[in-house]
């Protein structure tokens, strides 16, 4: 049961591992946690997440928390609570401690999980296998007791995003969407209706069967369909991921990563400090610093940008994956909703998108390539490449430097290679890039032989 806590929320199968007992227990010791006397928790599409909910409230409510259910939202809507006077229908006017959100992002269809923050905070790593500690020892059995205050926080949401958004109304432009069946649905056509933009949608509907394709837009076959309506009728495109967390661009020419995301974003801004994730294009952190601006390179996880970026005041954080974390602006969270009309504002602004993108250094990058692995050995492989880049093997390319502040990225003569072990799945990502295809691939090619020697070493 260990399993379902993870570094940066708990994800796990509905009913076998979060099932009533382990769910009802979560919201207990989590209860505990929080000082103040309300929790906000909202949920996605998945067809269970009502039970979830349900479960999850009944121990909140045994821990002596009222819970104010949202019902089903996008996850930054959730985190939006956290900042709001929340006034309930019993006449008060209240602040949230802490909020869940009941999502199993792009997971499959029988997972499900929670991201939480307290206190405005994001809740994970030691704290979250702190918390699977202390539940695996409980004995104790907690009723049903599933009370609740509701509140329309979407709608509160939506009126947010309109009012600070009100000088795009009736802007000239074709937009088409893919809410991929996911809590995007459930607010986005709204608020464009609302701006009078001229936007057209599919699978807008949440399903949390997900019967039109998987909701990863950071993963190419699932942008197939809005590729094809954006050639067509659009003239940009947007696709979310589950919980709308996670934004993809695409202009006529260019799927736009997040790293590139910032780029565009900050360039708007004087001298911002922007933070991006190892994976980011070293295209991002030179441009940024040429234009004025500071880059600092951080982990890789929403929760870990969250965090830095509170620590540092930091204007934008990005991750290669789309999401997206404004400080300018905004409270510091990643939001795709946000981010979709911070992007409009730009073309409204008058940017050419693609001629921006166009003007910036060719490189050769590859997508984030995946490498299996095992749980276990995963993190011991990366200390092994540590130790062995300090006197690597002949023939490798020569190394300018190492970075180690999320596995190993190691920064050639004319690009860079990167090897971390994934928070979340027993696997390595690796990601290379490079001024020239043939370095790229001899990149790749060395730190690939590295990893096989590593799990070689390993087997003894």
């Known amino acids: 049961m260990m399993s379902i806590y993870r570094e940066y929320d708990i994800r796990g199968i509905f009913e076998k591992e979060l099932n009533e007992e382990s769910v009802k227990k979560i919201g207990f010791t989590l209860g505990k946690r929080v000082e103040g006397e309300y929790v906000v928790i909202g949920y996605d599409?998945?067809?269970?997440?009502?039970?979830?909910?349900g479960w999850l409230c009944s121990g909140f409510v045994h821990a002596g928390k009222k819970v104010i259910n949202i019902s089903l939202v996008p996850t930054p809507v959730t985190y939006f609570t956290n900042y709001q006077d929340l006034p309930l229908a019993s006449g008060k006017s209240v602040h949230s401690s802490a909020s869940v959100m009941i999502t199993g992002s792009h997971n499959p269809p029988e997972y499900n999980g929670f991201k939480i923050t307290l206190d405005k905070a994001p809740f994970f790593g030691e704290q979250i296998y702190e918390l699977g500690r202390e539940?695996?020892?409980?004995?104790?059995?907690?009723p049903d007791n599933e009370v609740y205050e509701s509140l329309d926080a979407a709608s509160m949401y939506m009126d947010y995003i309109v009012k600070e958004f009100e000088h795009l109304k009736e802007m000239d432009l074709s937009i088409v969407y893919d809410c991929g069946n996911g809590v995007a649905g459930s607010v986005l056509p709204q608020i464009f209706e609302r701006l009078q933009l001229k936007a057209k949608g599919i699978y807008i509907e949440p399903d949390g069967t997900f019967p039109n394709h998987h909701p990863d837009p950071s993963e190419e076959e699932n942008l197939e369909?809005?590729?094809?309506?954006?050639?067509?009728?659009?003239?940009?495109?947007?696709?979310?991921?589950?919980?709308?967390?996670?934004?993809?661009?695409?202009?006529?020419?260019?799927n736009i990563k997040g790293d590139i995301m910032a780029l565009l974003l900050s360039k708007q801004m004087v001298n911002p400090t922007v933070i991006g994730e190892v994976k980011c294009s070293q295209v991002m952190y030179d441009t940024i610093r040429q234009r004025g601006g500071t880059a600092i390179m951080y982990k890789t996880g929403h929760s870990n940008l969250k965090v830095k970026i509170k620590e540092t005041n930091a204007d934008l954080a990005a991750e290669v994956s789309g999401h997206i974390f404004f400080n300018d602006r905004y409270f510091g969270y990643d939001d795709a909703i946000y981010t979709t009309f911070r992007i409009l504002e730009l073309i409204h602004k008058g940017m050419d998108i693609d001629a921006e993108v166009d003007a910036l250094p060719q490189v050769f990058s590859t997508e984030e390539i995946k490498v299996k692995s095992t749980e276990s050995e995963k993190f011991?492989?990366?200390?092994?490449?540590?130790?062995?880049?300090?006197?690597?093997?002949?023939?490798?390319?020569?190394?300018?430097e190492i970075i180690d502040v999320d596995g190993v990225r190691v920064v050639f003569e004319n690009g860079w290679g990167l090897v971390r072990a994934s928070n979340t799945t027993p696997i390595l990502v690796t990601r290379f890039e490079s001024q020239s295809l043939e370095d790229a691939k001899n990149y790749?090619?060395?730190?690939?032989?590295?990893?096989?020697?590593a799990k070689e070493s390993l087997k003894g």
């Open 45 to 53: 599409a998945r067809t269970h997440s009502p039970t979830l909910f």
């Open 444 to 453: 790749e090619r060395h730190l690939n032989d590295l990893i096989l020697w």
């Open 225 to 254: 369909d809005i590729k094809v309506l954006l050639a067509q009728e659009g003239e940009i495109a947007f696709a979310y991921d589950g919980d709308a967390d996670r934004i993809a661009v695409l202009s006529k020419k260019h």
């Open 135 to 142: 539940i695996e020892l409980m004995t104790e059995n907690i």
């Open 380 to 400: 011991k492989i990366i200390d092994i490449l540590k130790k062995e880049l300090l006197s690597p093997p002949e023939g490798f390319p020569r190394i300018k």
